[in-house]
């Protein structure tokens, strides 16, 4: 069932959550209008426990970006196709599939079990694909590429580690226990420990099948430093390319896999319902 005022409710929170992130610096002025589209969709449609599990994966993954933020600067600046400052390409592409699962249950109620797992895995893969991205770099051995396991530099596109994968570990697991304990706390519905278990499959699932897109059909290029997410150098001189497909960039990528994540849980649901 829609809510209208559950919707304007949801417009008024992302708005104000968008406007603090954008004034510290964690969204650009686009960001900010990315968040509201996720956030009021994803809370309007969905509801409290939906939008406090979007809530804490905002909250959670910039502060993790944060964390010894001058290491990093170096692969912002060099390695990675954005910094730190996300834009409304990054905004849908991490909450785009889990805030269409939100307006598919309100429409179609009858399958919300399904809807629900759906949202959990989507939110669930793009946590734990943070959770790894910003803690993995920070480990002090070289991550290995998922397809050779040959030792690679801290950022590689499809660079796996011990510490990443720890990372992507409980980032989809909080997922799980951020969404079935708000259900409890808000509608009187017990903890579904099932889906915490989905969540952290799901998500372990996805962020793996991001990292195999990262190492074999995201687009990379060549730049003074050596493969780089970024098309351009910075004085504008077009990048080549020398792996993946043209069209496919770290959103892409990210949009893909939390769709594979929100499928994988659809599918685990199905089976333990």
């Known amino acids: ?71 990093k600067s170096d692969l912002d600046s060099t390695m990675f196709e954005k910094g730190s400052r996300r834009d409304i390409w990054q905004a849908l592409a991490n909450g785009g599939v889990a805030a269409l699962a939100c307006v598919a249950g309100s429409l179609w109620p009858d ?24 803690l993995g770099v920070l480990a002090t051995t070289p991550p290995r590429l998922i397809t050779t396991f040959k030792a690679v530099p801290r950022g590689t596109s499809g660079a796996i580690s011990g510490i990443g994968t720890l990372a992507t570990t409980l980032g ?58 970024r098309a351009h150098a910075s004085d504008g001189t077009a990048l080549p390319l020398v792996r993946g497909w043209r069209w496919m960039n770290n959103d892409a990528v990210n949009f893909i896999s939390s769709l594979i994540g929100a499928l994988v849980a659809v599918g685990i649901m199905q089976v333990v319902q």
Request: contains cysteine.
């Open 172 to 229: 989809a697991m909080a997922v799980g226990i951020v969404y079935s304990g708000s259900a409890a706390i808000f509608t009187a519905t017990p903890v579904v420990v099932a889906f915490i278990g989905v969540a952290t499959i799901a998500g372990l699932i996805g962020s793996l099948s991001d990292s195999l897109m990262g190492a074999t059909v995201q687009r990379l290029y060549m730049g003074a430093h050596g493969l780089t997410e």
């Open 111 to 134: 399958y919300l079990v399904l809807w629900n797992a759906c949202f959990v895995g989507a939110m669930a893969t793009v946590a734990a694909d943070t959770w790894a991205t910003e």
């Open 1 to 71: 069932m829609i809510d209208s005022g559950r919707i304007v409710l949801g417009l008024i929170i992302s708005t104000a959550i968008g406007a603090v992130a954008y004034r510290r610096g964690s969204l650009s002025g686009s960001g900010w209008l990315g968040a509201v589209i996720t956030g009021t969709l994803t809370f309007g449609f969905g509801g409290w426990a939906h939008g406090a599990s979007l809530v804490f994966f905002f909250v959670s993954s910039t502060l993790w970006s944060r964390l010894r933020k001058q290491q």
